[in-house]
């Protein structure tokens, strides 16, 4: 059973920082994809950022790059997203998602092909 839990959401200023862990399991790393989805409310659902198990390959939504890095632990299962220099634009419930690689389509268009998500973790941020 793939488990999918989100940390690290909370109330920081415009200009804070967070730190959020996504811990997995129950999924083979090597064929999926972990991504950090955020929905909003009245906005599109948004991959922030998407990482291969595969080959290790990452993408950062352009209006959060250079403020946000990612990176992953393939043995643990774990993806961290870095957030920096936030925005108020960044408020949203943050979902760790898991998809099987999708060879025909990047992850960063896998708004509606993700197959498991987690409980969600709300960051919010205040200008």
């Known amino acids: 059973e793939v488990q999918l839990q989100a940390f690290g959401g909370g109330l920081v200023q415009a200009g804070g920082s967070l730190r959020l862990s996504c811990a997995s399991s129950g999924f083979t790393r090597d064929d999926h994809v972990i991504g950090w989805v955020r929905q909003a409310p009245g906005k599109e659902r948004e991959v922030v950022s998407c990482s291969y198990g595969a080959n290790g390959r990452t993408y950062l939504l352009d209006s959060v790059k250079g403020r946000f890095t990612i990176s992953s632990d393939n043995a643990e299962n774990t993806v961290v997203l870095q957030m920096n220099s936030l925005k108020p634009e960044d408020t949203a419930v943050y979902y760790c998602?898991?998809?099987?690689?999708?060879?025909?389509?990047?992850?960063?268009?896998?708004?509606?092909?993700?197959?498991?998500w987690g409980q969600g973790t709300q960051v919010t941020v205040s200008s």
């Open positions: 998602a898991v998809e099987p690689d999708l060879k025909y389509r990047h992850c960063s268009d896998y708004g509606f092909f993700w197959a498991y």
